[in-house]
């Protein structure tokens, strides 16, 4: 089971064919507007004194919006733990989860949302599910905004789909190390359009601030160590082929130095992501643009 989850508005009318996707990150508020006919639009609104509502609601008031639209919550926004899949029937396991996960999230139970997506099972045949929570509060505020909108809100995700839902579909494993401004850094090993590995690295959420001479001491050689750990996992853990390609998302100037080194500690090749051509210099908006993706995400992720 997928995490996108959908929220459909009562007695809505026709869906519109047009997407648009909202990226919440700590400092900013990111959407992506892609027509039907392939025109995009980009634009970031500052979130002050941490109003991010009043932000939602200065991007959905911004004329000719009518779409599709898909929200990435911010890192802050949600939380995600890994545990075994209760032994309960299918209809069962959300209800379950809930009281499963309280002990591991700080989200009170009764102003808790969830969801989860299956990932491999583990050697040894253990079935691991990654169980997604929110606050209720939070998103039905988010939700509020939108039905005071002429945006449909289809989706609400989290920043692992939205980079995940950029990777075209492929047999072979392709690790991404991704990145919103001023956010961490999320590794990601997507195959078969399916998450297959996600971690979230700390310490990195000012990575643009970083010189060339202050990322060669230290933050180069941690990178590599926590791609090595990563790779080890995806190898020995879930039995897969080694990671032949390592491809970068970062909103940084230092991407192609970083890259080159990331390729000489790791030896895998290492490359910026390639956007299409759409999307050339918006690496900043990356999120959003995954965010208008996530449809065809579905479609991968079931092909």
């Known amino acids: 089971m997928s995490f996108i989850t959908k929220i459909s508005k009562l007695f809505a009318k026709t869906e519109p064919r047009h997407q648009l996707g909202i990226a919440f990150r700590q400092d900013a508020l990111a959407f992506c507007f892609a027509s039907e006919q392939g025109q995009f639009q980009y634009q970031q609104t500052p979130i002050t004194n941490g109003e991010q509502i009043a932000a939602l609601a200065q991007v959905l008031s911004v004329d000719n919006l009518s779409s599709q639209g898909h929200v990435i919550l911010a890192p802050s926004q949600y939380q995600i733990v890994a545990i075994d899949k209760p032994d309960v029937p299918?209809?069962?396991?959300?209800?379950?989860?809930?009281?499963?996960?309280?002990?591991?999230?700080?989200?009170?139970?009764e102003d808790m949302i969830l969801d989860y997506f299956s990932g491999p099972t583990l050697a040894?045949?253990?079935?691991?599910?990654?169980?997604?929570?929110?606050?209720?509060?939070?998103?039905?505020?988010?939700?509020?905004?939108?039905?005071?909108?002429?945006?449909?809100?289809?989706?609400?995700?989290?920043e692992e789909f939205a980079f995940?839902?950029?990777?075209p579909f492929q047999e072979q494993?392709?690790?991404?190390?991704?990145?919103?401004p001023n956010e961490e850094i999320v590794i990601l090993i997507?195959?078969?359009?399916?998450?297959?590995?996600?971690?979230?690295?700390?310490?990195?959420?000012?990575?643009?601030?970083?010189?060339?001479?202050?990322?060669?001491?230290?933050?180069i050689d941690s990178l590599s160590l926590e791609?090595?750990?990563?790779?080890?996992?995806?190898?020995?853990?879930?039995?897969?082929?080694?990671?032949?390609?390592?491809?970068?998302?970062?909103?940084?100037?230092t991407q192609d130095f970083i890259a080159t080194k990331l390729a000489e500690n790791t030896n895998t090749p290492?490359?910026?992501?390639?956007?299409?051509?759409?999307?050339?210099?918006?690496?900043?908006?990356?999120a959003a643009i995954g965010a208008t993706?996530?449809?065809?995400?579905?479609?991968?992720?079931?092909?």
């Open 90 to 109: 299918e209809n069962e396991i959300i209800s379950a989860l809930k009281w499963q996960v309280k002990e591991l999230v700080t989200i009170a139970p």
């Open 164 to 167: 995940a839902s950029l990777v």
């Open 270 to 286: 290492v490359k910026a992501f390639e956007f299409d051509q759409a999307h050339l210099d918006k690496t900043m908006y990356a």
């Open 227 to 253: 791609i090595q750990r990563s790779s080890d996992y995806f190898e020995r853990q879930l039995k897969q082929a080694p990671i032949k390609e390592i491809q970068l998302i970062l909103p940084v100037k």
């Open 124 to 158: 040894g045949g253990a079935e691991k599910i990654n169980v997604v929570c929110a606050q209720k509060s939070f998103l039905k505020s988010v939700v509020e905004e939108f039905e005071n909108s002429a945006v449909y809100l289809k989706t609400i995700a989290t």
């Open 173 to 180: 494993a392709v690790m991404l190390l991704c990145q919103q």
């Open 190 to 219: 997507v195959k078969h359009g399916c998450i297959y590995f996600h971690r979230r690295l700390r310490g990195y959420a000012q990575l643009s601030a970083k010189s060339i001479e202050e990322l060669s001491f230290g933050a």
């Open 293 to 303: 993706m996530l449809n065809q995400l579905e479609v991968k992720a079931n092909a």
